[in-house]
């Protein structure tokens, strides 16, 4: 059974500050290698895309290297998925509302090979996420439905991450953990959507910056 275990391609601890402070996802900007789940594939500029800044780099706040955040991000970049899942998981005890904290505790779930467990925490983390974030978190519920064989689902969740905004159209293509629905004609009409999200995402990064270009 395919299991997704590296860390995002580009993911430095700057990355994962940007997630913490629940920046949006460019999803073509960052690519993660296959068979790995997605963060909320984070970056410095992806508020942008999404109009919510214009200068983020002014506007946001530094995550301390000591928050509790901070040290389980280092426990995933380090591959510790095991202890990275127990810190994530002591957050969602603490913080249930805290979609962040269940999304990043489904991925350490997933990437050490606990797809059961990762499977509800997707979900979970899609339930209280919003957006782009949303549509990750049903992007790697999807995944883990691939992976156990139970294509019904899979295609569903799939096109509940698409409707959701997911903009992954590169991933969508070359995730192994979607081999097993790719063939499927409901997947080509979920990357038409996707395709969809992924040129209206650019357009508004285009028209964000156009602003932001305009105000200095």
């Known amino acids: 059974q395919t299991m997704k275990s590296n860390l995002l391609k580009y993911t430095g601890f700057a990355m994962a500050a940007a997630f913490a402070m629940g920046c949006a996802a460019d999803s073509?900007?960052?690519q993660p290698p296959q068979n790995e789940p997605?963060?909320?594939q984070a970056k410095a500029d992806s508020a942008e895309a999404q109009g919510k800044m214009c200068d983020h780099k002014h506007d946001k706040k530094k995550m301390s290297k000591d928050s509790p955040?901070?040290?389980a991000w280092e426990l995933v970049e380090a591959k510790n998925?095991?202890?990275a899942a127990t810190a994530f998981k002591s957050m969602?005890?603490?913080e249930p509302d805290n979609a962040k904290a269940?999304?990043?505790y489904g991925y350490a779930l997933h990437a050490k090979g606990d797809l059961d467990e990762a499977l509800e925490a997707h979900k979970k983390a899609a339930e209280l996420g919003e957006g782009k974030h949303k549509g990750t978190s049903l992007y790697n519920a999807a995944c883990v439905y691939s992976l156990k064989g139970d294509t019904e689902n899979a295609l569903t969740y799939l096109e509940k991450a698409a409707a959701a905004g997911f903009a992954g159209s590169k991933h969508?293509?070359?995730d192994k953990d979607l081999d097993s629905i790719r063939n499927d004609a409901r997947f080509s009409a979920i990357m038409k959507t996707v395709e969809g999200n992924h040129a209206e995402m650019k357009a508004e990064k285009a028209a964000a910056g156009a602003?932001?270009?305009h105000k200095h």
């Open 92 to 94: 969602t005890e603490s």
């Open 28 to 30: 073509t900007s960052v």
């Open 102 to 104: 269940w999304h990043m």
């Open 69 to 71: 955040m901070a040290k």
């Open 38 to 40: 997605l963060t909320h």
């Open 81 to 83: 998925y095991g202890e």
């Open 172 to 174: 969508l293509t070359t």
């Open 211 to 213: 602003e932001c270009q």
